[in-house]
């Protein structure tokens, strides 16, 4: 298949697809016409996400194992903290993973 388009429209597409965060123009161009839409997300911003997250997560952990060595009725309170948790990383490790 092949598209034309004038210089200013070409040049909107580079523009759009310098934003984009897109690795390939090809590519760029493929998910416009057959999405719509490209949403870009901002690497650092997600990156600094997840590395709260993680903190968050190791002292979650290190709350459960002080608690849970002297006083086991907090089980349940723990479980539903871990699922929350759970979660949170879903979105973030589709990102990563």
């Given at each position: 298949?092949?598209?034309?388009v004038t210089d200013e429209e070409l040049e909107a597409f580079k523009r759009k697809y310098?934003?984009?965060?897109?690795?390939?123009?090809s590519g760029f161009v493929r998910a416009m016409l057959l999405d719509g839409y490209i949403v870009h997300?901002?690497?650092?911003?997600l990156h600094e996400i997840y590395r709260l997250a993680t903190s968050i997560?190791?002292?979650?952990n290190q709350i459960i194992v002080q608690v849970s060595s002297n006083d086991n009725?907090?089980?349940s309170d723990f479980a539903e903290i871990k699922e929350k948790m759970a979660q949170i990383w879903q979105p973030l490790n589709y990102f990563y993973m």
């Open positions: 298949m092949k598209i034309r310098k934003n984009s965060g897109m690795r390939t123009f997300f901002n690497e650092d911003k997560s190791n002292n979650i009725s907090f089980d």
